[in-house]
């Protein structure tokens, strides 16, 4: 990744943040008060009534996150945040899936396991609170965790939770569910299976007319066909498209080994060229 990182002691209240502004979505459930995360409560409809072993029974069930955890901001090129997956997502019907792209079924115990563990962390907002005199580290990303548990969601923001360990920035319990999650997602990406849905989100950047070949070295390739023309808002350069079926089958017969270090380059019809990555949607998006 881009970028030196630098150490400063806690006291030095001007960090220097590089972040760039990208078309990420924004996680409305965590908010910042003084530089503190918070967690906040959402009902979100009738509690939980059935086991997750039973969910796949029920007709028309679309899965739905019992835990997120994501990575966000840090000192990345243009469309990495919007590119990014979460690190590991379970869903209330027992899989997990890390990074979108290996997914892995858990046994029932393991994700109430889960669950309460998170829920437990993440409704205490004492718990990402840093250690005064903590040092911090420049340009590093902030972790996520969202749960949802009872109908409620829990959400809280780290920055810089791995890079910090060391140091023990953070309370002990953030840790704890750090580790948790790490395992799951290590016997996820270690023991399961691909995850190959018929659905990808596709990153698109704007490169400055300035630069024909987009500093790549190779001319733009005509833009594939099949594939929608995003179209990034007024004064913005990043645009997101979510595609299905045909159309995510074509935008991965033109990419079909997507990877966040390297953005091929396509030429649109009206002559703009753009960066293109992609990455196979999560099952609640």
């Known amino acids: 990744m881009p970028g030196n990182r630098t150490r ?48 796949e029974s029920v007709p028309g069930h679309r899965p739905r996150p019992v835990l997120l955890w994501e990575l966000t901001g840090g000192f990345v090129p243009a469309g990495w945040n919007a590119l990014r997956p979460a690190r590991l997502a379970a869903y209330d019907d027992g899989v997990l899936i890390a990074d979108a792209t290996r997914r892995l079924r858990v ?64 309370p002990t319990p953030a840790y704890s569910l750090l580790d948790h999650v790490t395992r799951l997602r290590d016997r996820t ?42 179209h990034p808002g007024k004064n913005e350069f990043v645009a997101r498209l979510d595609l299905r079926g045909r159309q995510a089958r074509a935008l991965i017969r033109a990419v079909p080994h997507p990877d966040p270090a390297q953005w091929p380059v396509f030429r649109a019809p009206d002559g703009t060229r753009m960066q293109v990555n992609w990455r196979f949607l999560l099952p609640h998006e």
């Open 8 to 55: 400063r002691d806690g006291s030095d209240k001007t960090m220097n943040r590089r972040s760039l502004l990208v078309a990420a979505g924004a996680i409305g459930l965590t908010t910042a008060v003084g530089g503190t995360a918070v967690a906040l409560a959402e009902p979100e409809g009738a509690p939980e009534t059935t086991l997750e072993a039973a969910l």
């Open 107 to 170: 046994s029932p115990g393991t994700l109430r396991s889960l669950r309460n563990h998170a829920t437990t962390v993440l409704r205490d907002p004492a718990n990402a609170r840093r250690r005064p005199g903590a040092p911090v580290i420049a340009d590093v990303p902030s972790t996520v965790f969202t749960a949802r548990a009872a109908g409620r969601r829990h959400s809280l923001q780290f920055e810089g939770l791995e890079e910090t360990r060391q140091d023990r920035a953070y």
């Open 189 to 230: 990406t270690g023991t399961g299976s691909a995850w190959r849905p018929d659905a990808v989100r596709m990153i698109a950047v704007v490169l400055d007319p300035a630069q024909p070949t987009g500093g790549t070295g190779t001319q733009p390739a005509p833009w594939p066909a099949g594939v929608p023309v995003p």
